[in-house]
T-cell receptor, first 115, second 110 residues
Framework: DTEVTQTPKHLVMGMTNKKSLKCEQH?????MYWYKQKAKKPPELMFVYSYEKLSINESVPSRFSPECPNSSLLNLHLHALQPEDSALYLC??????????????FGSGTQLSVL | GEDVEQSLFLSVREGDSSVINCTYT??????LYWYKQEPGAGLQLLTY?????DMKQDQRLTVLLNKKDKHLSLRIADTQTGDSAIYFC??????????FGSGTKLNVKP
């Protein structure tokens, strides 16, 4: 199994809603990532979890709250989002071998629209 | 941080070779990567090269690395219409901070 599974595939939410994006992998990877990708732009790193601990937060607004319940699961909780937060949210995972060669495996993303 | 730059568009005819170029600024990146993204999908790892290598071949794909000039290229031989996609180069910084280039949209004409 070399898949990273993201749900839902599409999400429309209002600015007062609370929603969550989910990501799952069963490759035994110990690093998991959230990326945000606007149309016609490269992915931008938001968060990295390494061994279930938050290791990188790229100064993301607090209306995005990540959670890593276990080594296979990664959530992104959304609250009070703005229309400019509309984007494709990509989850990725990697082995997280210290000093080793990392390969990122991506899910197919959640296309988020904030109205 | 890392700056990774690519040209935005490339158009080729089916059967021709495609060459997609990338430049990066931080030479500490141990590995450099090429990813492919089709519309509405995530990124798919195509190939990678270790920074002490000059070239890597993987079936129709050839990666060339000029470390002195910090220039990376991806050559796709016998390009097919199914190769139409956006191609991103990526450098890894600080172990697992991946920086992606702006992406090159490859259009393959039949």
């Amino acid at each position: 199994d070399t898949e990273v599974t993201q749900t839902p595939k599409h999400l429309v939410m209002g600015m007062t809603n609370k929603k969550s994006l989910k990501c799952e992998q069963h490759m035994g990877h110990r690093a998991m990532y959230w990326y945000k990708q606007k149309a016609k732009k490269p992915p931008e790193l938001m968060f990295v979890y390494s061994y279930e601990k938050l290791s990188i937060n790229e100064s993301v607004p607090s209306r995005f709250s990540p959670e890593c319940p276990n080594s296979s699961l990664l959530n992104l909780h959304l609250h009070a989002l703005q229309p400019e937060d509309s984007a494709l949210y990509l989850c990725a995972s990697s082995q997280d071998r210290a000093g080793g060669h990392e390969k990122l495996f991506f899910g197919s993303g959640t296309q988020l629209s904030v109205l | 941080g890392e700056d990774v730059e690519q040209s935005l568009f490339l158009s080729v005819r089916e059967g021709d070779s495609s060459v997609i170029n990338c430049t990066y600024t931080d030479s500490s990146s141990t590995y450099l990567y090429w990813y492919k993204q089709e519309p509405g999908a995530g990124l798919q790892l195509l190939t990678y090269i270790f920074s002490n290598m000059d070239m890597k071949q993987d079936q129709r794909l050839t990666v060339l690395l000029n470390k002195k000039d910090k220039h990376l290229s991806l050559r796709i031989a016998d390009t097919q219409t199914g190769d139409s996609a956006i191609y991103f180069c990526a450098a890894v910084y600080n172990f697992n901070k991946f920086y992606f280039g702006s992406g090159t949209k490859l259009n393959v004409k039949p």
